[in-house]
């Protein structure tokens, strides 16, 4: 890769309105030059054009350790934004996640490289109403979610995929969507916002 993609750390925040001239805004800055393609420039921050649902889904993947399987870009399909939890493999898989919806990533213990370096270890987003707190292991947490006030804890790093809810925090790990460790599942999984509301689902993966 030649750096063609860029991360800045940032709370990151999009906004989704109703269907009458909706549309949805992003501050901050993604990864990807997928996400160029998608956006253009708006008032210092990022509009992406057309008519929305108040729903928004976040496509969340992990651990995809340089394999990124047709079934999890199936799956990604109409996310309008991706987050995933680190262990990427390498530069070329935030490429094809960008060319879906603007995406978000954080480093995982197995990406090296320069371009892994460039990679925040934890990330915050704001989606609609609701806090999101990326990181990519779970016990190296450095937050009081419910005293930072948020509402989802998205990592990864076990490969085991599990939804908790811990004192109304929602804490998700999707799994791992790359290769088979022992006989974990291959998964993905999703949010869906709606305005202060959120609801996760985890999703298995065809078998190889």
Request: charged share 20%; aromatic share 6%; with cysteine.
């Amino acid at each position: 890769m030649t750096g063609a993609f860029r991360v800045k750390p940032a709370v990151f925040t999009l906004d989704a309105h109703g269907a009458d001239g909706g549309y949805m805004l992003l501050h901050g800055h993604c990864s990807g030059t997928g996400y160029h393609e998608k956006t253009t420039s708006f008032d210092g921050s990022w509009r992406i054009g057309g008519h929305l649902s108040t729903a928004i889904r976040i496509g969340l993947i992990s651990d995809t350790h340089d394999l990124l399987r047709p079934q999890a870009i199936d799956f990604l399909r109409g996310s309008d934004f991706i987050i995933h939890a680190g262990d990427i493999g390498d530069s070329d898989i935030i490429e094809e996640l960008a060319r879906i919806a603007p995406v978000t990533v954080v480093r995982g213990n197995n990406d090296a490289g320069a371009w892994a370096r460039a990679l925040p270890e934890t990330e915050l987003v704001k989606i609609g109403g609701i806090f999101i707190y990326v990181i990519h292991d779970l016990a190296e947490l450095d937050i009081d979610p419910i005293a930072a006030g948020v509402q989802v804890v998205v990592s990864g790093h076990s490969h085991k995929p599990v939804i908790e809810h811990r004192d109304g925090v929602i804490f998700v790990n999707s799994g791992s969507a790359g290769p088979r460790r022992f006989k974990l599942p291959i998964s993905v999984a999703e949010l869906v916002v709606a305005g202060s509301t959120v609801s996760a689902r985890l999703v298995e993966l065809s078998s190889e």
